[in-house]
């Protein structure tokens, strides 16, 4: 696997292809993000991975400077599933000069859930998204392909609302959580945890579960929908839990369901110190 730090060398780097897969990632991986590089390989004639933590995601009060860099090891979990090149820029090489330029979300799709309680945290992922595709896909000429997992279900659609209303000739590829054996979402926060914290983790998974069970016989009926995502947040509390959302949507905007759309069920919650997501389709 071949590492690359520049953008022109990404790109002296892709010239001989003509259909790059790609995985953008943050680093710190896991197998959830082994998984995804395993699902970009059959569709192009490269696959590549990027490692960069993106600073314009990141509240001034967020874990931005302490979140894990671990670049060598994660680049030899990257060769080992077939990874063919890796981009792992600096803050200098991605950003040579302060970003005036960004990609403003759909309020009524980035300014809720996630976004309610991470305002900005979508342009700065929408943002750093496009230049990745930019600097990735710009010489390609054959089917393009990004691949993102469903655990940040908002985010992915919102890359996929941005690949189509920008006309990007890019297909996004979800691909479905990866767990633990006992059901916890595979995350790179998850290092955070402590032993005690780890062992109570799954409990928001389970919760979610159960708020999806109700929400196949409620879904029609908003008062008693409101009350089963309140009963669900007030149990997590109970736990020693600080949730900010579990809640019941329409699978293709994020709505609140009004009859018979497919729906999915999402939350966030604190755990100590630590902020988990999850979600599920229902």
């Given at each position: ?6 953008i ?7 010239r001989p ?11 710190n991986?896991?197998?959830g993000?082994?998984e995804?590089?395993?699902r970009?390989?059959?569709?192009g ?5 990027s ?9 001034p009060?967020e ?7 671990t ?6 979990r ?8 890796l ?9 040579p000069?302060?970003?005036g ?8 799709l ?5 976004g ?13 998204v496009?230049k ?5 896909f710009?010489?390609?000429k ?23 209303q920008f006309?990007l000739?890019?297909e ?6 990866q767990?633990?054996?006992?059901g ?9 945890l402590?032993?005690?914290e ?5 409990q ?9 069970r109700g929400a196949?016989?409620?879904?029609d009926l ?10 669900a ?9 600080q949730?900010d ?7 293709a ?5 009004q009859?018979?759309e497919?729906?999915v069920v999402l939350?966030?919650?604190r755990?100590?110190?630590?902020r988990?997501?999850?979600s599920?389709?229902v």
């Amino acid at each position: 696997m071949k590492i690359v730090h520049s953008i022109e060398q990404l790109r002296q780097a892709l010239r001989p292809y003509d259909a790059p897969a790609f995985v953008p990632t943050m680093g710190n991986l896991h197998a959830g993000h082994l998984e995804l590089v395993r699902r970009a390989k059959p569709l192009g004639d490269v696959t590549l991975a990027s490692i960069f933590v993106n600073r314009l995601q990141f509240a001034p009060h967020e874990d931005f400077d302490r979140y894990p860099r671990t670049l060598q090891a994660d680049a030899e979990r990257l060769a080992g599933v077939g990874c063919d090149l890796l981009f792992a820029p600096s803050e200098q090489d991605l950003y040579p000069e302060p970003q005036g330029f960004k990609v403003q979300p759909p309020a009524e799709l980035a300014d809720i859930l996630e976004g309610q309680f991470r305002p900005g945290f979508f342009t700065g992922v929408c943002t750093v998204v496009m230049k990745l595709f930019q600097c990735v896909f710009a010489q390609a000429k054959g089917p393009c392909h990004a691949v993102f997992g469903q655990k940040d279900y908002q985010q992915l659609l919102l890359i996929r609302c941005l690949v189509r209303q920008f006309a990007l000739p890019i297909e996004i590829v979800g691909v479905a959580t990866q767990r633990t054996p006992d059901g916890l979402a595979l995350s790179s926060r998850n290092g955070y945890l402590s032993a005690a914290e780890r062992a109570e983790a799954v409990q928001l998974a389970l919760a979610l579960r159960a708020l999806a069970r109700g929400a196949q016989d409620s879904a029609d009926l908003p008062a008693e929908r409101e009350h089963l995502e309140a009963r669900a947040m007030q149990a997590l509390a109970a736990r020693g839990w600080q949730p900010d959302y579990l809640s019941v949507r329409r699978r293709a905007d994020l709505q609140p369901p009004q009859g018979g759309e497919p729906l999915v069920v999402l939350g966030a919650a604190r755990l100590g110190q630590t902020r988990l997501i999850d979600s599920f389709e229902v």
